[in-house]
């Protein structure tokens, strides 16, 4: 059993105006096999509060603790946070030209579990993970992510995630983009990988369709920087049919903090 704890997290960001905080007293806390998803209108810090986590050079972490089984992993670097159990799927994955799938793949495992895996599982395990997820074997051998449509960076994403195996997953926005079938797809193996390894899960969204696929245990509202709300899956439903207009500060629009 794992958890991560954020405590008082504070965090903000260089803008043309100046430093902006962005992140104003984050307290969450996510025990293994649980999924938390983080719902709240445009402009609030979904992301952010995502990438501060990984440890994203643009955000800086005013005060607070994140703390990973007792270790506090704001003092780690992202690949020390990676090897420390923490993953990351992208809302936009980048392309990595020239750099092959199978090699990214395999780099990544040996880096977090600190020795390469055995070629011959290795290469059972990449070829089910890939089928499972309804990849075309050719993807191995392509550059990371380039050309790749929205669907099959998502699908890359959560092959990332099955092979690697983390503690815990934050999930920005992964159902951005997807059709039906590929969302099906993508949920099937975020769900495959927490029934394989018990994985925590926080995913970051803006609709309840991806809670279709992937319940959620405990369901909270991030407005203006911070957590203001939290129920259970129920809360999804109330926000599907109400909207966000009563977390806003007085005044604002969900259009305007985008």
Not at 20 to 38: C, D, F
Not at 99 to 115: Q, S, W, Y
Not at 159 to 183: C, H, M, N, R, Y
Not at 220 to 225: E, K, M, P
């Amino acid at each position: 059993m794992s958890v991560i704890e954020i405590k008082d997290l504070h965090a903000s960001v260089e803008t043309n105006e100046g430093r902006k905080q962005i992140l104003k007293g984050v307290n969450l806390t996510i025990n293994s096999n649980e999924t938390h998803a983080i719902m709240g209108p445009n402009g609030s810090g979904k992301s952010t509060l995502a990438y501060t986590l990984a440890g994203h050079p643009k955000y800086e972490v005013d005060s607070g603790e994140v703390l990973l089984d007792g270790v506090d992993i704001l003092t780690m670097t992202p690949d020390e946070r990676a090897q420390a159990g923490l993953f990351l799927a992208m809302q936009y994955p980048v392309e990595v030209p020239g750099v092959p799938m199978t090699n990214f793949l395999r780099t990544a495992k040996t880096a977090v579990d600190g020795e390469a895996p055995a070629i011959r599982q290795w290469t059972k395990d990449l070829t089910a993970a890939m089928k499972n997820l309804r990849m075309d074997p050719k993807f191995a051998t392509r550059s990371v992510n380039e050309g790749f449509s929205g669907g099959e960076k998502k699908r890359a994403e959560v092959l990332q995630l099955e092979l690697l195996k983390p503690k815990f997953a934050i999930l920005d926005e992964t159902d951005s983009g997807l059709d039906v079938d590929a969302l099906r797809i993508v949920s099937e193996g975020v769900n495959r990988a927490k029934a394989n390894t018990g994985l925590g899960i926080m995913m970051v969204t803006h609709y309840t369709r991806i809670l279709k696929y992937i319940k959620p245990d405990i369901v909270h509202v991030f407005a203006d920087g911070h957590i203001v709300e939290t129920a259970g899956p129920e809360l999804a439903d109330y926000l599907e049919e109400n909207g966000y207009d009563k977390y806003l500060p007085e005044g604002a629009t969900e259009s305007a903090q985008a």
